[in-house]
């Protein structure tokens, strides 16, 4: 178990920004930053980032929390290991309580595969730089590339040794059970003997994000028909490979600052162009690009040069999954590089220099790429040419024609002269194949079980929530109870007209007997208890970090930062951001009041009720004058703050 010390010095030094911003381009807007979700895909920046709050939250798909939930997410770790990773990211040290043999036993078993893949890359690193025959046979091919001491360093590159059961002795000689061994696809088991699948190879550690290992790629160095040249991990609980880009995590800082990702085929492709000062590079490892590996890239560029060799083999590859890198709104351009060179040849020869002037001359966009390469490949065949306008058209769908309609009608106006076809026609059949995808996707959500959001209703449900009387919706009840929390944790400390502050003044008009929702009474008296206790309230982070998971969780939803209005409803409508001080008292005044006419509407019911038992007609009046005097404050509250929210249960 950590020491709770070592959490909250976790706590203290993480920095939300600084995290999250070593997995996804943040942008200042205010005092908050955006960026596009990276758990879900979007086209427009619904991500919001506080560092004043230390949470996140995306009005798009609902995802909230702190820098720990964020890392949980993202590499989907265990909390512990969450903490772990952000101590080792700020270099503290963690202190953890003695445990027993069964609860070592037990965090083994839950970690299990990201464990022995550290174990297994550490010990093919080793071997590679400590084992003669590491140094003889690996260190030797990879000195034959080109590859210098820091670069096998950075990349954590390894060596299995030919005797065929060198590591499996070793791993199991740590207490890692051979079931596990297999999964990993480290060793195999031949008719009940196991030995290393990788001996004999070199080994490429494929790192996630975070730097943490998925998988190994291993080539082997011998001639053998027998055996591919390069085997990877099989797909197990950590590795899937269409989610994977080999070389993220050594790029990322260089991809975000330079605003442009290079995508190439290979490990050793990326290796070289980093030694070589070209940092801003990733390998899909020799699959198509898909959806998810898109989604990687995107968090920090929409910007993607793919390259690839000058061969017909290299052309067939860059032609792939370039529709779905346009459907997502990237800027792709490809680069095909001369004959019989690739990336690694090429930059190894010329050098970064040459190599980025290189590509900055050879830089064509897909449409472009595919008009050049389909119509060598037509020549004079209407087959052929009718066959490559309809790939053309349903490429020129992919662009998104709201935010790039200039950009789609450019490549129709080229693509028409360059096909020789009427561009009426062309644009017909872009429509066409625009309105057979939407109708796909249509047929596809009414096939789904329809879910609701989380806080993304429409304007109109909003406003039908609003006017459902009090009494009737629970959920508008405790939307008011959530909203007085958090007025109380956001405003607590600032000043209140004739009270000393926002929580003084709560505390003396609004009485825990009012909260019906169990985590809100319950926080509530936590935020008292330590406001008597400490004589101070409680800062923000004593919520957003708080050691009960699901009040975390319910807090980076609930004071997430607000979406500011957009630059172009400042310019065409005049509406800006309330912000100052009016806009807490507003708060504060609006919320207050809710719980004010509760208060007032549970006095008029004891009233009604008392009336009808009292048979004495002078207290009956008394009971009838108060029964007026409430209505009369019930009236008040209404007309000055309206009646859409704060509408009566018992008079509409």
């Not at 909230?64 to 909390?79: D, M, R």
């Not at 590159?157 to 051979?178: H, I, M, Q, S, W």
């Not at 080229?414 to 066409?432: I, M, T, Y």
């Amino acid at each position: 178990m950590i020491n709770p010390a070592s959490i909250q010095e976790v706590m203290n030094r993480a920095d939300i920004v600084d995290v999250i911003g070593q997995f996804v381009r943040l942008k200042k807007r205010g005092t908050n930053y955006i960026a596009n979700c990276p758990f879900h895909n979007e086209k427009t920046p619904s991500f919001n980032v506080s560092p004043a709050k230390g949470i996140y939250k995306c009005f798009g798909c609902g995802k909230a929390g702190n820098v720990v939930t964020f890392v949980q997410e993202h590499e989907k770790l265990t909390y512990p290991e969450a903490i772990h990773w952000l101590a080792d990211y700020y270099k503290i040290t963690i202190e953890e309580t003695e445990r027993t043999p069964e609860q070592q036993q037990k965090q083994l078993a839950e970690e299990g595969l990201r464990i022995l893949n550290e174990f297994a890359a550490t010990w093919f690193h080793d071997t590679l730089l400590k084992n003669e025959e590491g140094q003889l046979i690996g260190m030797s091919y990879f000195k034959q590339r080109g590859f210098r001491k820091e670069i096998i360093e950075r990349f954590r590159l390894g060596y299995n040794p030919e005797g065929g059961d060198d590591f499996y002795r070793a791993v199991t000689a740590k207490g890692y059970k051979a079931e596990m061994l297999e999964r990993a696809g480290l060793v195999k088991n031949r008719n009940g003997s196991f030995h290393d699948l990788y001996r004999g190879r070199v080994i490429f550690p494929i790192q996630a994000m975070t730097g943490r290992i998925l998988g190994f790629g291993a080539r082997i160095l011998k001639s053998n028909e027998k055996s591919p040249k390069y085997i990877n991990s099989p797909e197990n609980e950590l590795y899937v490979k269409s989610k994977v880009l080999y070389g993220m995590y050594q790029s990322r800082q260089a991809i975000g600052r330079q605003d442009e990702c290079l995508l190439v085929e290979g490990y050793t492709d990326v290796i070289s162009l980093h030694q070589g000062g070209v940092e801003n590079v990733v390998s899909s490892s020799g699959t198509s690009l898909t959806e998810d590996q898109l989604r990687l890239i995107g968090q920090l560029t929409k910007n993607l040069t793919i390259l690839y060799d000058g061969d017909p083999a290299g052309i067939k590859a860059a032609l792939r999954g370039l529709d779905m890198a346009l459907s997502q709104s990237f800027n792709v351009q490809l680069v095909l590089l001369p004959e019989g060179e690739d990336p690694d040849s090429y930059v190894q020869k010329s050098g970064s220099a040459k190599f980025h002037e290189y590509l900055k001359e050879h830089k064509q966009d897909v449409i472009s790429f595919r008009l050049e390469i389909g119509l060598n490949d037509a020549g004079k065949d209407p087959v052929k040419r009718s066959k490559l306008v309809q790939e053309i058209a349903e490429s020129i769908s992919r662009i998104n024609k709201a935010e790039d309609f200039s950009l789609q009608s450019h490549y129709i106006r080229e693509a028409a002269s360059k096909l020789n076809v009427d561009e009426a026609g062309l644009v017909n059949l872009v429509n066409k194949n625009i309105r057979e995808r939407i109708e796909n996707e249509q047929k596809h959500a009414r096939r789904e079980e329809a879910i609701p959001k989380p806080e993304m209703l429409t304007i109109e449900q909003e406003q039908e929530i609003e006017n459902i009387p009090l009494g009737k919706s629970k959920a508008s009840e405790e939307q008011q109870e959530w909203q007085l929390l958090k007025i109380l944790i956001e405003y607590g400390h600032m000043a209140y007209d004739g009270f000393e502050s926002v929580a003084k003044m709560i505390e003396d008009r609004i009485g825990p007997d009012l909260l019906e929702q169990p985590m809100v009474a319950r926080l509530f008296e936590e935020y008292y208890e330590h406001y008597r206790h400490f004589g101070n309230t409680p800062l923000l982070h004593f919520f957003t970090n708080h050691t009960d998971k699901s009040t975390r969780d319910k807090m980076a939803s609930l004071l997430h930062p607000q979406q500011d209005i957009s630059g172009k409803w400042k310019e065409k409508y005049g509406i800006e951001s309330v912000t100052g001080p009016m806009i807490y008292t507003n708060d504060v005044d609006s919320t207050l009041s809710y719980f004010e006419l509760k208060k007032i509407l549970i006095i008029q019911d004891q009233v009604t009720s008392r009336l009808s038992q009292e048979s004495d007609p002078l207290t009956q009046k008394v009971l009838q004058e108060k029964f007026i005097d409430l209505r009369k404050m019930e009236r008040d509250i209404l007309k000055r703050h309206g009646t859409v929210v704060y509408k009566s249960h018992k008079y509409k």
